[in-house]
T-cell receptor, first 111, second 114 residues
Framework: DAKTTQPNSMESNEEEPVHLPCNHS???????IHWYRQLPSQGPEYVIH???SNVNNRMASLAIAEDRKSSTLILHRATLRDAAVYYC????????????FGKGTLLTVNP | SAVISQKPSRDICQRGTSLTIQCQVD?????MFWYRQQPGQSLTLIAT?????????ESGFVIDKFPISRPNLTFSTLTVSNMSPEDSSIYLC???????????FGSGTRLTVV
């Protein structure tokens, strides 16, 4: 599985935008970029995914670099409920449908 | 997206005993997985639960310790056998439909072995 690199931790203030970076320089052409988050004492929760183009949904936006070697998860207005560990995962499917988790980024949101 | 019911949500078990964790999905899904999350750590994949055949285990996990059943496309069990305190972790099941779909996770089973 191609690897991702994320900062160990980030801090934000409530109601401000948050940009969570992820580097994946060895990404292959068939790798989707998935983001999940894990709130305290809960299982991971799907946030968003994309292949080449930027993506938006009700939770967040995903900005993918033109060369696809990096991506950024954007939370437009952070709330206290967004405090979680955020995982950036490359996933290609095929005969190997498993998600492999790295250490992720611990996001702290200050009131 | 699929909804997962995982039971039990938590348990405290004596060493040397076994615990079976159930994962029920509200729709048929192609892929089911079992993960372990040790205290303060990220998730580690234990195995892929295959419907109608033996599970596919990741390196470091063996069938004798973590037997898995998957009798149909909506249900799977993971058994943690002959438990020791080192098995104290959160165990989670997950389901997916492919690379272009988000995966869903259960809320986890918090296991404490004493």
């Amino acid at each position: 599985d191609a690897k991702t690199t994320q900062p160990n931790s980030m801090e934000s203030n409530e109601e401000e935008p948050v940009h969570l970076p992820c580097n994946h320089s060895t990404i292959s052409g068939t790798d989707y970029i998935h983001w999940y988050r894990q709130l305290p004492s809960q299982g991971p929760e799907y946030v968003i995914h994309g292949l080449t183009s930027n993506v938006n949904n009700r939770m967040a936006s995903l900005a993918i670099a033109e060369d696809r070697k990096s991506s950024t998860l954007i939370l437009h207005r952070a709330t206290l409920r967004d405090a979680a560990v955020y995982y950036c995962i490359l996933y290609s499917g095929g005969s190997n449908y498993k998600l492999t988790f790295g250490k992720g980024t611990l996001l702290t949101v200050n009131p | 997206s699929a909804v997962i019911s995982q039971k039990p949500s938590r348990d405290i078990c004596q060493r040397g005993t076994s615990l079976t964790i159930q994962c029920q999905v509200d729709s048929q899904v192609t892929m089911m997985f079992w993960y372990r999350q040790q205290p303060g750590q990220s998730l580690t994949l234990i195995a892929t639960a295959n419907q109608g055949s033996e599970a596919t285990y990741e390196s470091g996990f063996v069938i004798d310790k973590f037997p898995i059943s998957r009798p149909n496309l909506t249900f799977s069990t993971l058994t943690v056998s002959n438990m020791s305190p080192e098995d104290s972790s959160i165990y989670l099941c997950s389901v997916g439909q492919g690379a272009n779909y988000g995966y869903t996770f259960g809320s986890g089973t918090r296991l404490t072995v004493v």
